[in-house]
């Protein structure tokens, strides 16, 4: 039974990914996630305004010391405390430690001049690099969404021509129009979409009468949004799709797969049940690929997305009223 799947140009044992989050930040965490078998990782993303303050940093050392023989080790010392190096560090270990593919994530707004730290996730040996872009509402009311289109497909063109690495785009849901929305991204050279990312959902603590939010795990039903989307631009774009969001069981997987994701990020549900769970998901599907006489995961990628009878419901927003148990 093959599980392999090539995600972003990458050989993956199969389409299980653990999304970015905290629970990548360490060595140990990692080696567990390769031993149960994960297809691949994504690393807790850094921050734009973290690569870019530690860049200007080493800038202004730079103007008062370029002459100098040894700037270049000054600039490694200064770095060395903060937060980029050991990120580096991270990923050069994990490619001699672990055999899944390895994924860099920034968290970015701006095509500013910290886009040419990929080039550095690159000579770290990261397989991947995703952007998670999705830090556009529009609060302001000039804000337009051809601006915000604008501005994610002039990241990832910056990024790409810093680095030869596949780039995928982790996107939110709240576009005017999803499908120009994913084009320009791909136009403009994403690898893959990573649809979507969870936002921190602000909420209101009624005995502080406070604002405030502690809802940072997701529930299985969110993960319908991203089946929505992927089975309705699977069959239109030519890139690579991550679905993520609200996966937490071998079912969910599947459906993903069969919406036309390449793969599937867990995130929520590893923190739950840690990552013994890996090993039953992969079971599960490989038990359910048996019984429905499938070799491959490519053999039922996509199919339903790519039925001409059943993708058209993929669109659909309102109830039909007969079909309403409300009724
Ligand atoms: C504690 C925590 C930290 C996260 N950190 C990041 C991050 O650094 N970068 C990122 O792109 N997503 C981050 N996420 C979002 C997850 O990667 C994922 O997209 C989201 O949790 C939805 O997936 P899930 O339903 O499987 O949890 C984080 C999520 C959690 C719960």
Redesign the pocket.
């Known amino acids: 039974m093959k599980l392999s799947t090539r995600y972003l140009g990458l050989e993956l044992r199969n389409p299980l990914v653990m999304?970015?989050?905290?629970l990548s930040s360490n060595m140990e965490n990692l080696r567990a996630c390769d031993e149960h078998g994960i297809g691949a990782v994504v690393f807790?993303?850094l921050f734009e305004e973290q690569i870019q303050n530690e860049m200007d940093m080493m800038l202004d050392k730079d103007d008062m010391y370029f002459w100098y023989p040894e700037a270049a080790e000054l600039v490694k010392e200064i770095t060395g405390d903060q937060m980029i190096r050991p990120y580096l560090k991270r990923i050069e270990t994990a490619k001699k430690e672990v055999s899944m593919p390895v994924i860099a994530?920034i968290?970015c707004h701006s095509a500013g001049s910290w886009t040419a730290f990929a080039k550095q996730i690159e000579d770290a040996g990261a397989d991947a690099l995703e952007l998670?872009i999705a830090t556009h509402l529009p609060y302001e009311d000039e804000m337009d969404d051809r601006t915000i289109e604008q501005i994610q497909s002039d990241i990832v063109r910056a990024v790409k021509k810093q680095t030869s690495i596949p780039v995928a785009v982790?996107m939110g849901p709240y576009y005017t129009n999803i499908i120009r929305a994913a084009r320009k991204l791909t136009d403009a050279g994403a690898d893959g979409l990573v649809l979507f990312?969870?936002f921190y959902q602000p909420d209101i603590d009624i005995e502080k009468i406070a604002l405030g939010s502690d809802n940072?795990?997701?529930a299985p039903e969110?993960m319908l949004q991203s089946l929505r989307w992927i089975g309705i631009l699977s069959p239109q774009l030519t890139c690579d799709f991550a679905a993520?969001?609200?996966?937490h069981s071998y079912e969910q997987v599947i459906k993903q797969l069969l919406a036309g994701a390449t793969v599937t990020?867990?995130?929520?549900?590893l923190?739950k049940r840690g990552f013994d769970y890996i090993p039953w998901i992969l079971e599960d599907l490989r038990g359910w690929m048996k019984e429905k006489g499938y070799a491959s995961v490519d053999e039922f990628r996509g199919i339903i997305a790519d039925d001409r009878l059943s993708s058209p419901k993929f669109e659909q927003i309102q109830f039909i009223r007969k079909n309403t148990v409300l009724d």
């Open positions: 999304s970015a989050s905290p807790q993303s994530s968290n998670n982790k990312n969870r940072y795990m997701s969110e993520s969001t609200g996966i990020q867990i995130c929520t549900t923190y």
